[in-house]
């Protein structure tokens, strides 16, 4: 009897940055006030996301997240995302988006520069 073949649903993996999409908005939701939600992705999958204002003051307070987890990882208890373990960061703009000259000063004052 021919095996039947394995019926590949397909399996729609959720992506970390839908994930993270769906936490930006919720951000820029409770926020007013922001133009933009600073990401900065951790080594270890967690994630440190803030709202901040169109003068690159921060519009919410810094909110820590694991995908699919009920909390963040051990790591991040103990030491809150160290800096050292960033791998990324940007700011997710709120549409419409700053002017060129906004989003360079806000990101140098979030982000710093590298
Ligand atoms: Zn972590």
């Known amino acids: 009897m021919p095996q039947k073949q394995r019926d590949r649903k397909s399996r729609t993996v959720p992506s970390p940055e ?40 921060p519009a919410s307070k810094i909110i820590m997240y694991r995908d699919n987890a009920q909390s963040i990882c051990d790591q991040c208890k103990d030491d809150h995302g160290d800096f050292r373990r960033v791998v ?3 700011i997710s703009w709120k549409k419409p988006e700053p002017d060129q000259a906004t989003m360079a000063m806000i990101t140098a004052k979030v982000l710093g520069s590298e």
């Open 18 to 57: 839908s994930g993270e999409q769906a936490m930006i908005e919720g951000i820029l939701e409770g926020s007013p006030d922001a133009v933009g939600v600073a990401v900065i992705r951790l080594d270890c999958g967690c994630r440190k996301m803030a709202a901040v204002d169109v003068s690159g003051d």
């Open 88 to 90: 990324k960061q940007f």
